[in-house]
């Protein structure tokens, strides 16, 4: 080895290389989740199917910082992470959730299936683009949570025709060049976001639990939360501009 070569790093242990693997394994339990979840949807059990969407998040949240931890990219080259996550985040983000909304009932039923393709279709673009996010960690239009979607579908449960069209006006924004917040990732305010994020989760997880039975302060507390993530950088950018 010259001086000038990079210093190599030791070999792995058959114990480092077994659980860096597991990581690819608790990520495709996502996928698993996701079935528990349709089928709690064709039986119409809407609470336990988000009960278990909800799970999914979770395991989001955690296999990435897992992932680079055990440096699994670099034990396991011939294995993509990155595609993996792409295919559970698809089916529990998007088609679980499609299907519900599909089924429910609570779109206009001639639109419905249309709807529910739209959906998958342009979700599956979405996916695809590499303009998804921004430099700075905002997602670029609506960012295909169908799941979340589905859960102030069910929360307002509004009449037919007005859900119908809130769902096409969320197909076509998904294409639609405004910044939708990431609480996780944006640097900008992280500490109210990751508050408000922590509200969302813990007033979701009562709604659950109550089979979306609660009261009107929170329903105002969820729906202004999800109002915040998606107009927050809009509100933001104009402000600037009117101080200009």
Known sequence: MTPLDPPRSPPASRVERMAAFSVHLFTAAGAGVALLALL???????????GWL?????IDGIDGPLARRLDVA???????GDALD????????????????????LLMP???????VGIIITS??????RRMKTADNHFRGFPALWNAAAFYLFLLHPPPIAASIGI??????????????????????????????AVWAMLSVYVIVRNFDVA?????????IALYIGCADAAIRLFQRVRQ
Request: with cysteine; hydrophobic share 60%; aromatic share 12%.
């Open 40 to 50: 709690e949807a064709v039986r119409e059990h809407w609470a336990a199917m988000f």
């Open 54 to 58: 909800g799970v999914a998040p979770l």
């Open 74 to 80: 670099r034990l396991h080259p011939d294995w993509s």
């Open 86 to 105: 792409l295919v559970v985040d698809f089916v529990t983000y998007v088609f679980v959730p499609a299907y519900a909304i599909t089924a429910s009932g």
């Open 110 to 116: 001639i639109a419905a299936p249309v709807l529910g």
């Open 124 to 129: 599956a673009l979405y996916f695809a683009d």
């Open 168 to 197: 096409a006006a969320l197909i076509v924004f998904t294409f639609v060049p405004f910044n939708v917040l990431h609480p996780v990732r944006v640097v900008r305010l992280r500490v109210l976001n990751l508050t408000l994020i």
């Open 216 to 224: 009107a302060p929170v329903t105002v507390t969820l729906c202004a």
